[in-house]
T-cell receptor
Framework: EAGVVQSPRYKIIEKKQPVAFWCNPI?????LYWYLQNLGQGPELLIR????????DSQLPKDRFSAERLKGVDSTLKIQPAELGDSAVYLC????????????FGPGTRLTVL | QKEVEQNSGPLSVPEGAIASLNCTYS??????FFWYRQYSGKSPELIMS????GDKEDGRFTAQLNKASQYVSLLIRDSQPSDSATYLC??????????FGAGTQVVVTP
């Protein structure tokens, strides 16, 4: 069974530029999460999808971050414009049973904003 | 008070010994609990999940849950150098609401 796929793995951009991350969850997993992880910290939730519906986006900085999961499978997270403080690892995870079940993480995208 | 607390470490463990990691959480209504292993530069990898009070064993790993005291622990028996990593505790506070601790770094010394 293929795991969660993310691309790109690394991205270096200058501040004020836009950037997008893509995630394809494990087949059959209806719940998809985007997390942000800073060095030395645990993952912090940005947004959670149940199928194509964003059911928890309370931690998403909506002035510059957006996300979509149009067909309830793969998802895109966008930042526009990027700021220096956005440098972090962006993790995507999926779950078969979203409410209380196990989450499986993709390899992440390491973003560096210069 | 952080919602999920872990000692940051590093926890130094001799090879072959038992590593004991602790995690406390603040939300008494939390329902499910997870341990993830994260190697440097890699993403978290699920190693254990536990849903009810007591012990759950999987190979060299044992997770222990005590909801009354609001803690969950992970024991790693016969520690190997490959166990050197950061271990993240994750707590499901409510439906779909997961909170991660900052992790405990484990260093297994030969």
């Amino acid at each position: 069974e293929a795991g969660v796929v993310q691309s790109p793995r690394y991205k270096i951009i200058e501040k004020k530029q836009p950037v997008a991350f893509w995630c394809n969850p494990i087949s059959g997993h209806n719940t998809l999460y985007w997390y942000l992880q800073n060095l030395g910290q645990g993952p912090e939730l940005l947004i959670r999808y149940e199928n194509e519906e964003a059911v928890d986006d309370s931690q998403l900085p909506k002035d510059r971050f957006s996300a979509e999961r149009l067909k309830g499978v793969d998802s895109t997270l966008k930042i526009q414009p990027a700021e220096l403080g956005d440098s972090a690892v962006y993790l995507c995870a999926s779950s078969l049973e979203g409410g209380v079940g196990e989450q499986f993480f993709g390899p992440g995208t390491r973003l560096t904003v210069l | 008070q952080k919602e999920v607390e872990q000692n940051s470490g590093p926890l130094s463990v001799p090879e072959g010994a038992i590593a004991s990691l602790n995690c406390t959480y603040s939300d008494r209504g939390s329902q499910s609990f997870f341990w993830y292993r994260q190697y440097s530069g890699k993403s978290p990898e699920l190693i254990m999940s536990i849903y009810s009070n007591g012990d759950k064993e999987d190979g060299r790993f044992t997770a222990q849950l005590n909801k009354a005291s609001q803690y969950v622990s992970l024991l790693i028996r016969d520690s190997q150098p490959s166990d050197s990593a950061t271990y993240l505790c994750a707590v499901n506070k409510a439906w779909g609401k997961f909170q991660f601790g900052a992790g405990t770094q484990v260093v297994v010394t030969p």
